[in-house]
């Protein structure tokens, strides 16, 4: 299939990834864990009491925001902005940029997140209901979804277009994709873009309780018994910029963004459709010039819901036929980052591609037959991998996916 001609040809690369999750500081640890199938869920931590039912969630562990951020700046930071800056920071470090080398008039930042400043809102609520206290003077600024890319783009010296993406679960994937579009389209040359999450806070888990769709044990993706998903956080970034950029400037590319796509299923606030999905899939093949048989593997949304699993495996039959490819969710691994999970999965395909290793989907018991995927159940697989898939899906039937090759 060639691409269409309203395409642009400008080649898109990614040339430093960082990020945060519950594997701890750093692209490298979450890659680790995700191949070894190690899950980075464990007993939940809150600084206030929690009398709720779930007691587990995939957190940062043992994180120290002023052992990476400057004393200035810190107060300013909700930990979802602290989670972006650091991953922003490995990410550039990776591309090769000294911190205001990246930036500039044709460098844009663009950060995905579903809630913004949860933490902050979170403790501003019950200093005002609980205490009847008076809020941070700072509490605005730290919990604005803006204020993550806008940071970056102080930090930076990032001058071209700057903002926050909100579409919950699909946050980053689509932030990445836009940041794609917007290099391909010609509008920026070289952007820092991925998503960030911080709301393992108390009332973010009442509330995803009360939807009845959190895991009071193990998440089992695709797999029989499951029953529900576990909350996490974190943040990933990525530099991407053109391939011309990057080769005039002797960067080695980790891999060519060759896709997006992205679609709305118009149908259901909370339920999931399969021709949304199953077309944001055939556009963001579309958009990289490939055919579903291109395509080697596969990182699902999965996020071990009943509904859900059957829904996104549906929609993988009808594009890629009665054999999809090889496919795995990680979200047992690093629990699911709501906002943040396009990038950390996108971080995790990317290895996935370089080490020509498919990560295993853990604590699967047996088949669903009504997922009929080949899941790669908890054992890693050595396979050929020269092009993948990256699927979230979110609430409100917001759907976003992103192609990634091997150069």
């Given at each position: 299939m060639t691409p269409p001609a309203n395409i642009s040809r400008r080649r898109i690369v990614v040339t430093g990834m960082g990020a945060v999750s519950a594997a701890g500081v750093g692209a490298q640890a979450l890659w680790a864990a995700a191949r070894d199938g190690v899950s980075c869920i464990r007993p939940l931590k809150l600084a206030r009491p929690y009398p709720g039912r779930i007691k587990i969630a995939a957190q940062v562990p043992d994180f120290d925001p002023a052992a990476h951020i400057e004393p200035e700046i810190l107060p300013y930071c909700d930990p979802f902005t602290q989670f972006s800056i650091v991953a922003a920071d490995e990410a550039l470090a990776q591309a090769g940029f000294a911190r205001k080398e990246a930036g500039g008039p044709r460098t844009a930042v663009v950060i995905g997140t579903g809630i913004g400043g949860a933490k902050t809102i979170d403790d501003t609520s019950y200093v005002e209901y609980a205490e009847g206290g008076r809020p941070d003077t700072l509490a605005v600024p730290r919990l604005i979804p803006s204020a993550a890319p806008t940071t970056l783009g102080m930090r930076y010296g990032a001058k071209g277009p700057t903002f926050a993406l909100a579409s919950a679960c699909s946050s980053a994937t689509q932030a990445i994709g836009e940041a794609f579009e917007m290099l391909r389209a010609g509008r920026a040359d070289r952007a820092i873009a991925g998503g960030s999450e911080a709301c393992v806070i108390n009332g973010s888990i009442r509330a995803w309780e009360a939807l009845r769709v959190l895991t009071p044990d193990l998440c089992r993706p695709f797999s029989t018994k499951r029953n529900g998903m576990t909350l996490g956080e974190g943040a990933a970034v990525f530099i991407l910029e053109t391939l011309e950029s990057a080769v005039s400037r002797g960067a080695t590319p980790l891999c060519e963004l060759a896709g997006y796509g992205t679609t709305s299923d118009a149908f259901d606030p909370l339920r999931a459709d399969v021709e949304g999905p199953a077309r944001c899939m055939r556009l963001a093949l579309e958009s990289a010039g490939l055919e579903p048989g291109d395509v080697d593997y596969l990182n699902a949304h999965g996020t071990a819901t009943y509904a859900n699993d059957i829904t996104?495996?549906?929609?993988?039959?009808?594009?890629?036929?009665?054999?999809?490819?090889?496919?795995?969710?990680?979200?047992?691994?690093?629990?699911?980052?709501?906002?943040?999970?396009?990038?950390?999965?996108?971080?995790?395909?990317?290895?996935?591609?370089?080490?020509?290793?498919?990560?295993?989907?853990?604590?699967?018991?047996?088949?669903?037959?009504?997922?009929?995927?080949?899941?790669?159940?908890?054992?890693?697989?050595?396979?050929?991998?020269?092009?993948?898939?990256?699927?979230?899906?979110?609430?409100?039937?917001i759907n976003a996916t992103l192609v990634v090759k091997a150069l």
């Open positions: 996104e495996s549906e929609a993988m039959r009808a594009v890629f036929g009665d054999r999809p490819p090889p496919v795995s969710s990680t979200k047992p691994i690093h629990g699911h980052a709501l906002g943040a999970s396009g990038g950390l999965e996108l971080s995790v395909v990317i290895n996935a591609l370089r080490e020509q290793i498919a990560p295993p989907t853990i604590n699967f018991i047996e088949p669903d037959p009504k997922c009929q995927v080949d899941a790669i159940p908890n054992q890693a697989r050595k396979m050929p991998i020269r092009v993948a898939l990256s699927n979230s899906f979110a609430f409100g039937g």
